[in-house]
């Protein structure tokens, strides 16, 4: 049978629908949180995830963003149990002569939030996951949607889904949450997914044991090393693992012509610091590779649904914000589902509330992401400085800090100014990188070409 999260029995199957107030498809940050917030509140949820936790993901880098939001689901101490301290982040560049340049993010706009944690994701959505069962979820492992069918008005919607050991269940709810992750089910189902056109990439990634790491409080920041077809990432864990990956254009990966292992190793050695680095280590996973990256559906929520994480929208891993923007989605989600849920009459401008919030978070990245290879936009990472406040307003993007009071968006908006001038004053090379990036982000026939 397929069995609930710190449950004593498991959940009834067959025939017979069962009726809840909402369903959560998904038990990655996203769902685990709606499911836990809404539960808290007296809401009957139901979370179906097909997988059973404790199971890999990649994305192991959290924000100090993230820290409140374990407050408030009472997860803290859990998650500093699991975690490694993350106190900065570094960028290595083999353009510019400084070599590398680190941001601290207690030097951000808002001193309160000083450090993050680096997470292996099967511990860290484990947690989560148990957290919204002993929070009153109905929490359903093994268990994956298969079909959803809502009413013509949208006043609710019947959910078929089949168990990992044979038998199917029904169910019935006022609102399903589609927190299914890059499976995007109601987006794709519905087609209202799209690639980002301005921002094609894959991704390849391992663990390691072995690679050297920096001292003191620098011994878990997250390191960037820009090289010339992308970029790769080095994570730090507590158990003295690293998740090393790259992130490259899908030209790059069509030219692919050896084992992808091979195609790996070769593409850490484009960055002569990295590999540096994993000069002592050894590869303690298998290689893995995702493609089509960066995506967005047209809407955050319809008649009887809601999107949220990486259901509604994934971008670029370059900043960290993933795990962020689905936690924090699931606590608008669970914001206006409580409203449409007491007060129906409320409900269009609860989830009007709710499309601006969902919209913001990647909104806010994506600029930076889609100029992150700008030569000018580097120049401003490799050598920031603080005039009206700019470096401190970046550093609270990169800490998360984009939902709060904290007055950043006066000084963000300087920041693109002079990003703006820079590229102005510089028009050949400002030239070349448009025609390049043109180049890089033609993603025809690049569907999982990492994968291949």
Known sequence: MSTSVDAATPPAVGAGARDCDVLVIGGGPAGSTAAALLARRGVRVVLLEKARHPRFHIGESLLPANLALFERLGVADAMRAIGMPKWGAEFVSPWHAAGRQRFAFAEAWNRSLPMAYQVRRSEFDHILLRNAANSGARVVEGCEVRDVRFEPDGRGATIGARHDDGPASTWTARYVVDASGRETFLGTRLKDKRRDARHASAAMYAH????????????????????????CWCIPLADGTTSVGVVAWPYYFKRRDKPLDEFFADTLARSPQLAARLAGA???????????????????????????????????????????????????????????????????????????????????????????????????????RNVLRVRE???????????????????????????????????????????????QIDARGAADVATH
């Open 393 to 439: 307003a970046l550093l609270s993007v990169l800490a998360g800090d984009i939902y709060g009071d904290t007055p950043i968006w006066p000084s963000i908006r300087v920041l693109k100014s002079i990003f703006y001038l820079d590229a102005l004053l510089h028009p050949r090379r400002s030239l070349r990188a448009l025609r390049l990036r043109r180049r």
């Open 282 to 384: 050894t590869r303690v996973s298998e290689v893995q590779a995702t493609g089509n990256y960066s995506y967005a559906c047209r809407h955050t929520h319809g008649p009887g649904y809601l999107l949220i994480g990486d259901a509604f929208a994934f971008v670029d891993p370059v900043f960290s914000s993933g795990v962020m923007l689905a936690m924090q989605g699931g606590v608008f989600a669970a914001e206006a589902l409580a409203t449409c849920l007491a007060r129906p009459r409320a409900e269009a401008r609860a989830l009007r509330g709710f499309d601006r919030a969902m919209r913001h978070g990647p909104r806010a990245f994506s600029w930076f992401i889609h100029r992150v290879n700008h030569p000018s936009l580097r120049d401003m990472f490799m050598a920031p």
């Open 208 to 231: 390691f044991r072995g690679a050297a790491r920096g001292d003191g409080k620098r011994a878990g920041d997250i390191s960037i090393y820009w090289f010339d077809h992308g970029w």
